[in-house]
């Protein structure tokens, strides 16, 4: 029986493994791929899944599309998880081609010894993005990385640096994402440092998720005999640390998740960003609104200390409340009806955040994202039509933290 390509998107928290699959899902379809897609995100928001079920390009209800959040697919559960969405898309869809995008949290040993003889599956790419600005900024160009990689492994403790570093270590083509704010001599200063990772793989340069479609699609089956030995000592140091004392400095990812139907005071949101990212925060995405541009539902994107914030669409309660918003009677009576199942006072609209990073630097940003929601006061401020200080680009675009 022939086996279904599989091609898995890797990546560290926020290195644009999202943007890419969007942009592979597009090619694909122009190419009249029959494509299923897996998405994990470890958050229980599902930001990632709601992102590309939105290109309807794929879907639940057309069978080829299986979302697994609130938990790390290379976890035991995930792994669960996967190995169920696998049988169903096989048995319900038959694809002839399957991607998988991770969580940024997710190790790739784990899912490599899963699919190492797997009976339906052929493993053709494992794919690691890693975000090029995060590492000029953070790991002085990669080699802090390595660093700090190398200094875990003496010590025999855990870090970020080891997560990343595995990464690379196990892809089969890293990509360096988000190059077009770097010069080529600084990509090549990255490609120079983590080069002796992994020698045996190709290192590309890509922005705004551009790849070969044609490179990705004629990739050789995954080489598991080259890592074979890699995989075989990491699961020993892992079986020695399940046996370590409490005394292990292994680092963990926290996740927390902000949910509020209340609108953000856009100045105070502008002076937390500027405050607290890149402080500890790896990741925060998921989809919110402002007192000042109260019918735009807008896109949370950031990683480490930039942001990203997108018009994703508007709330139907902001169209309701444009009195020259061009609708008929029959649609304005349809959403006011769409609306007022909301049970909320301000609609549909809400603000619906995950963060994940951490310790410390998780709980404060988390919390100072709370104070950054209009008070009652200035709620009945803006019910009454009053004005906000807003910072932001009228042109909603990425924000470099100071």
Same mark, same amino acid.
């Given at each position: ?13 926020? %290195? ?10 597009? =090619? ?37 599309? *299986? ?13 669960? #998880? ?51 600005? $995060? ?10 990385? *390595?660093?700090?990689? +190398? ?17 690379? $270590? ?33 290192? $590309? ?8 479609? %044609? $490179? ?27 046996? %370590? ?10 996740? #927390? ?48 200390? &930039? ?5 994703? &669409? ?26 007022? =199942? ?6 549909? #609209? ?33 019910? +009454? ?11 909603? %675009? ?5």
């Amino acid at each position: 029986m022939l086996k279904t390509p599989l091609i898995i998107l890797n990546g560290f928290l926020g %290195a644009g493994k999202t943007t890419l699959l969007k942009s592979l899902l597009y =090619k694909l379809r122009d190419q009249k791929v029959k494509l299923a897609v897996i998405v994990n995100d470890m958050s229980e928001l599902d930001v990632d899944g709601v992102i590309i079920a939105n290109t309807e390009l794929v879907s639940k209800t057309r069978l080829n599309f *299986v979302s697994i959040s609130a938990t790390s697919i290379s976890s035991e559960q995930g792994i669960a #998880r996967l190995d169920e969405a696998l049988n169903n898309l096989h048995s319900e869809f038959q694809p002839d081609l399957l991607l998988l995008e991770t969580s940024g949290s997710s190790h790739p040993a784990p899912l490599l010894r899963y699919f190492r003889q797997h009976n339906t599956v052929v493993l053709k790419g494992f794919l690691t993005l890693a975000d090029a600005v $995060m590492l000029r900024d953070d790991y002085r160009s990669g080699e802090a990385l *390595v660093e700090g990689f +190398q200094r875990h492994m003496a010590q025999g403790t855990q870090g970020v640096e080891n997560l990343l570093a595995e990464q690379i $270590m196990l892809s089969s083509k890293l990509l360096l994402t988000k190059t077009d704010r770097l010069s080529a001599s600084a990509v090549q200063k990255i490609a120079h440092h983590l080069h002796p990772l992994n020698p045996y793989i190709d290192i $590309m340069a890509t922005q705004w998720g551009e790849v070969d479609l %044609a $490179m990705l699609t004629s990739l050789p089956a995954y080489n598991f005999h080259l890592v074979a030995q890699l995989l075989d000592e990491m699961e020993l140091m892992r079986q020695g640390r399940a046996d %370590a004392s409490a005394e292990s400095e292994d680092y963990t990812l926290e996740t #927390r998740v902000i949910d509020d139907k209340r609108p953000f005071h856009p100045q105070r949101l502008w002076d937390t960003c500027q405050q607290f990212l890149g402080k500890g925060v790896h990741r925060s995405k998921g989809f919110f609104w402002m007192a000042s541009r109260d019918d735009l539902a807008l896109l949370w994107n950031q990683a480490a200390g &930039s942001i990203n914030l997108e018009f994703v &669409s508007y709330w139907k309660a902001g169209v309701l409340a444009h009195v020259d918003s061009g609708l008929m009677a029959e649609e304005r009576l349809r959403l006011e009806q769409q609306v007022a =199942k909301q049970c909320s006072r301000f609609g549909d #609209r809400r603000c619906r955040l995950t963060v994940i990073g951490e310790g410390a630097g998780v709980a404060e940003f988390t919390e100072a994202l709370k104070r950054s929601f209009c008070t009652e006061a200035e709620i009945s401020h803006w019910q +009454q039509g009053g004005v906000f200080n807003d910072p932001w680009p009228q042109r909603i %675009a990425r924000l470099k933290a100071k």
